[in-house]
């Protein structure tokens, strides 16, 4: 999923504008506003509010969307209706979507008119030579009037921008209609009964949402082994519409996730350099050196039982290393930043791979399948090193981890590791009155959860 940077702000920031208010969660942003067709829109717009608010009946969901204004996207079709034909005469529109091997010229006798026009509309000026990059898959509509003249032509050129050629009475004229995509913001909350990715289906978000969520806890929660029912997130997120209609899902601007007795909370931040990223509330950055799971949990989730799993201290006692049962094939990341140490095959620990971290640590993980790193390779933090397999003694497929401080044994779940790094001190105040707001909508989020069970 590509989202046009211009379409979206790059920075999380200018989202809240009233903060601790509700009403001000809801910014559209529109970046022009031609051809409103109001009525029609807001009419759209007020079922693209009910059908979200739908979700919030299911359980354990949450959907507030509240508009401070009513999103209103371009209609590009309504101009249109500056020939004054619309009314006067019934105009009949043809959709021609262009197929492979297709001319324009073709095209144009299809439709019944003829090439003289077409030549005049190409050579009209530079907006209406976009129609000669017409490709196959693109969609031309006409609109004719009752003599089978052309009354206008529209071309979409690209995803947000369309070219329309109008003609009245010989006369030629051009446009190009933006298309708008706005961002609503939208929140919700899940408790986890059987999985993340049940829990988050009834909270309406998609699987890539779900992951994306759980991407902001993995250095500090285990989605594989530490998942437990009555786990429970809440999200403020972006969900695009382009021209009222639901185009994707856009950034999670904050989160929180509660697992077993520990909480924690993230927030969307652009600090400034440019690159935006997720600060725990005391500003320090999310990511820390080691991942909680080194493995894309999304291959194991979806059919794990929590209530069914042994304490994990047990198993790290019995054999100095966490074992993740997961499907053959299963990408296995570096827990961290380091170097490849070793990468090999022997009959007991099948295809392995051990990576040398900063301050004396080691990972080692065994079993693979297939290895995707040679020895002496720099490494990147989740890059992936191999897969899952059963090789050497393995009685099935799964990942043997282990985290090794100083030559000694340590459970990467308990070890006390460096923290994070802070905001710098001189933009600490800037993240503070931007987090504040909208983490205040987080327990606002969790607070009417707990009301309504009450
Ligand atoms: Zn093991």
Do not use: C
């Not at 009209?124 to 032509?153: I, W, Y």
């Not at 993980?365 to 003694?393: D, E, N």
Request: positive net charge; aromatic residues 10%; hydrophobic residues 40%.
């Amino acid at each position: 999923m590509v989202i046009k940077a211009q379409a979206i702000p790059n920075k999380a920031n200018p989202t809240i504008k009233q903060p601790g208010s509700v009403n001000s969660f809801i910014t559209p942003f529109i970046r022009n506003k031609k051809n409103l067709f109001v009525v029609a829109t807001v009419l759209f717009s007020l079922f693209a509010l009910a059908d979200m608010l739908s979700v919030g009946a299911d359980a354990h969901v949450d959907v507030r969307p509240v508009y401070n204004q009513l999103s209103i996207p371009d209609t590009p079709l309504m101009s249109f209706s500056e020939n004054g034909m619309i009314g006067t005469e019934q105009l009949k529109t043809i959709h021609h979507v262009v197929k492979k091997g297709e001319t324009l010229s073709g095209i144009f006798t299809d439709v019944g008119l003829s090439q003289g026009l077409l030549l005049s509309i190409a050579h009209f000026n530079e907006d209406s030579r976009l129609l000669t990059k017409v490709m196959p898959g693109n969609t031309l509509t006409f609109q004719m009037n009752h003599a089978g003249e052309l009354a206008s032509l529209a071309y979409q050129v690209s995803e947000f921008k369309t070219l329309l050629i109008h003609h009245d009475i010989g006369q030629i004229s051009t446009e190009i209609v933006t298309q708008e995509q706005q961002v609503h913001l939208v929140s919700t909350h899940g408790v986890i009964d059987h999985s993340v990715f049940s829990a988050g289906k009834k909270a309406g978000l998609s699987d890539k949402m779900v992951m994306d969520l759980a991407n902001i806890f993995s250095w500090d929660i285990d989605f594989v082994l530490e998942i437990r029912a009555g786990d429970q997130f809440s999200l403020i997120y972006e969900k695009v519409y382009k021209n009222g209609e639901f185009l994707t899902d856009g950034r999670i601007l904050a989160a929180s996730f509660t697992n077993q007795d520990r909480h924690y909370e993230a927030v969307l931040y652009d600090d400034g350099s440019g690159e935006t990223q997720y600060y725990a509330p005391n500003g320090r950055s999310m990511k820390k050196a080691f991942l909680r799971a080194p493995l894309n949990f999304s291959y194991i989730s979806s059919n794990f039982n929590p209530k069914r799993l042994h304490p994990v201290t047990k198993r790290v006692k019995a054999h100095r290393g966490i074992d993740y049962s997961a499907p053959t094939g299963t990408p296995v990341y570096a827990a961290g930043a380091g170097k490849v140490i070793r990468s090999a095959y022997n009959k007991y620990n099948g295809h392995h791979v051990f990576i040398q971290h900063p301050n004396g640590i080691v990972t080692k993980y065994l079993h693979f399948t297939k290895r995707a790193v040679k020895q002496g390779q720099r490494v990147k933090q989740k890059q992936t090193i191999g897969y899952v397999g059963a090789t050497g003694l393995a009685t099935g497929p799964h990942l043997h981890y282990e985290f090794i401080y100083n030559g000694v044994h340590r459970n990467p779940r308990t070890v006390d590791l460096p923290k994070a790094e802070p905001l710098a001190k001189d933009k600490m105040a800037a993240f503070h009155d931007y987090a504040r707001p909208i983490l205040g909508q987080l327990h606002n989020i969790n607070q009417g959860l707990i009301a309504r069970i009450e």
